[in-house]
């Protein structure tokens, strides 16, 4: 079945420590993007890509950084510079039909 | 600026029919979208609107007014599993990037 695989599941920093959270998705749709979800607030828009070896800061792009070498991967680097870096991300894809389609998050906690 | 507002929290009794409001102000606009969310999971697509008017799917309903940046959910014969955040979210018209803004939510909580 296609879908999109995000990995860990939840993850547990330490202070100063740089993670990278994978989404790898087999739908081959070219556009990907990276969300950003908090308590009480929308998902809010962090590094998108439309195509392989190219990709656009959105609207809360600091303390990350990304990567698309491949169309099927676009992983994220939340960095120590990121100041509140707790929270659920989600990776989507954008369907052949316009919408987005999300995976199933990854929840990181940094202690 | 770029603004989407929706109710923080709704409740309703299991069996009848919620309206869940959002109203817009976005710089472009290119359709609009509703997505279910439980707790600790993804969202998932459950509307699409960019031509005022009704699109109906099953028990769900949603409704555009793009001259008053207005959209609506209608939920009918609610059932327990409605329960959920429902958010809003515009896609604006810069270059095809897919990009969708994203409301706070709305939490509908059903009761017996």
């Known amino acids: 079945d296609g879908g999109i695989t995000q990995s860990p599941k939840y993850l547990f920093r330490k202070e100063g420590q740089n993670v990278t959270l994978s989404c790898e998705q087999n739908l081959n749709h070219d556009a990907m993007y990276w ?44 960095t120590s510079a990121q100041k509140n870096p707790t929270a659920f991300y989600l990776c989507a894809t954008k369907t052949n039909t316009g919408e987005l389609f999300f995976g199933e998050g990854s929840r990181l906690t940094v202690l | 600026g770029q603004n989407i507002d929706q109710p923080t929290e709704m409740t309703a009794t299991e069996g009848a029919i919620v309206q869940i409001n959002c ?11 509703w997505y279910q969310q439980h707790a600790g999971e993804a969202p998932t697509f459950l509307s699409y609107n960019v031509l005022d008017g009704l699109e109906e799917k099953g028990r769900f ?25 429902y958010l809003c979210a515009v896609r604006d018209f810069s270059g095809n990037t897919g990009k969708l803004i ?8 059903v009761k017996p």
């Open chain 1, 35 to 78: 969300y950003r979800q908090d308590p009480g607030q929308g998902l809010r828009l962090i590094y998108y890509s439309q195509i392989v070896n190219d990709f656009q800061k959105g609207d809360i792009a600091e303390g990350y950084s990304v990567s698309r070498e491949k169309k099927e991967s676009f992983p994220l680097t939340v």
């Open chain 2, 23 to 33: 109203t817009y102000q976005t710089s472009g606009f290119n359709g609009l979208f």
């Open chain 2, 61 to 85: 309903s949603s409704f555009l007014s793009r001259s008053k940046g207005y959209s609506y959910l209608l939920l009918k014969e609610l059932q327990m599993k409605d329960s959920a955040s």
């Open chain 2, 102 to 109: 994203f409301g706070q939510g709305t939490t509908l909580q």
